[in-house]
C-alpha cells in the first residue's frame, strides 16, 4: 500500500513484521487513535516510536478540542478522542500571521478550530520528560462529521492488516510475497484515509485526493520527480523551478501540506512529498 499509512511503503513485505527504516518511516503518514500514540513503544530512543511492530513517522488523526492556549508563536490544543488525551502543539510561521481585533499583529487561529470543535491533526509524536506530544504546522477543522467515523474505520483497518494480516480479498490481488498495495489506492478508497473518495490521478500514475489544484498537482510532481526531494525543496526554488507565482506557489504547498501530501523538513520553508 502507499506510505499514506504509517508503514505502507512501496517496498513493504507485509509477509514480515520488520519495521522499515527510520529514512522510510519518516515519510509515511499513518491514521491512528490517540490511545495508540500514548503506548507506542520507543525501543530505540525518545525520537523512534513503533505501533503494531511497525516504525511510524508522520501520524494523523480526529479528535475534540477540550482546551486552547495561544502564545505568540505557536497554540497548544489538548485534544480527546474517546480513547485518551493528548497535546498538540501547534508552531505558526508569518505567513499565518494575521492582525488581531485591536489592529495588531498576533497570534490567529484558523476559523473553526475552537474549543468543543473537532480537527484533524497531521504531526509527529515527541516525547519530553516521559510525556507524549505531538507537535505540527498541521490542524485542521472537521467540517464533514462523516470524517470522524471514517477515521475511527481508517485507523482500525490499519491496525488489522499489521497486527492479522491483510484480508483474503486483497491476497488474491496479489502474487508472490510482497503484499504491496497499488498507488492508485493511496487515496481511492475510505478504508485508506478519511472521506477522501476517488483519487484525482495526476501523470505517472499518482494518486492525490480529490479537489487538488493544477498548481498543486505541478509542485507534487516536481517534487516527486526530483532525486533530493525526501531532504526538503525550498519554496522559493519551488516557484522558480515550477514557473508558478510565489503568491499562489505558496498557496499550493499550503493545499498540500493540509492534505497530508506534502511534509516540512528542517524548517517550514522546505517541503517535502510523501513516498507514495
Known amino acids: ?12 513485505q507485509f509477509g514480515t513484521q520488520a519495521s522499515p527504516g527510520k529514512s522510510q518511516a519518516r515519510n509515511t503518514l499513518r491514521p491512528v487513535t490517540i490511545k495508540q500514540i500514548l503506548e507506542a513503544q520507543t525501543p530505540h530512543d525518545d525520537s523512534t516510536f513503533v505501533i503494531d511492530d511497525v516504525e511510524v513517522g508522520n501520524v494523523t488523526f480526529v479528535a475534540q478540542i477540550r482546551s486552547i492556549s495561544d502564545q505568540e508563536t505557536s497554540s497548544t490544543y489538548k485534544l480527546e478522542d474517546g480513547t485518551g488525551s493528548i497535546e498538540v502543539k501547534l508552531f505558526r510561521d508569518n505567513r499565518n500571521s494575521m492582525v488581531d481585533d ?12 475552537q474549543i468543543n470543535s473537532y480537527a484533524r491533526v497531521v504531526g509527529n509524536i515527541k516525547q519530553f520528560n516521559n510525556k507524549r506530544n505531538i507537535t505540527t504546522q498541521n490542524v485542521k477543522p472537521v467540517t464533514d462529521f462523516n470524517e470522524i467515523q471514517c477515521h475511527f474505520l481508517e485507523a482500525t483497518a490499519v491496525h488489522l492488516h499489521f497486527t492479522r494480516g491483510p484480508p483474503e480479498s486483497q491476497q ?8 504491496a498495495y497499488h498507488q492508485q489506492e493511496a487515496y481511492g478508497e475510505d478504508a485508506v ?3 477522501t473518495g476517488a483519487a484525482g490521478a495526476v501523470p505517472g500514475g499518482i494518486a492525490l485526493p480529490p479537489g487538488i489544484s493544477a498548481n498543486a498537482k505541478k509542485i507534487y510532481l516536481y517534487l516527486k520527480n526530483r532525486q533530493d526531494s525526501s531532504e526538503g525543496v525550498h519554496v522559493n526554488l519551488i516557484g522558480d523551478a515550477t514557473k508558478i507565482p510565489m503568491g499562489d506557489t505558496y498557496k499550493a504547498v499550503d493545499e498540500l ?9 528542517m524548517d517550514d520553508e522546505h517541503i517535502a512529498c510523501m513516498d507514495f
Open 1 to 12: 500500500m502507499a506510505s499514506y499509512d504509517g508503514g505502507y511503503t512501496n517496498d513493504s
Open 102 to 113: 485591536d489592529g495588531e499583529n498576533g497570534p490567529s487561529r484558523e476559523n473553526g478550530l
Open 172 to 179: 488474491a490481488r496479489h502474487t508472490g510475497g510482497g503484499m
Open 193 to 195: 484515509m478519511g472521506g
Open 257 to 265: 501540506l493540509s492534505n497530508g501530501v506534502c511534509f516540512t523538513t
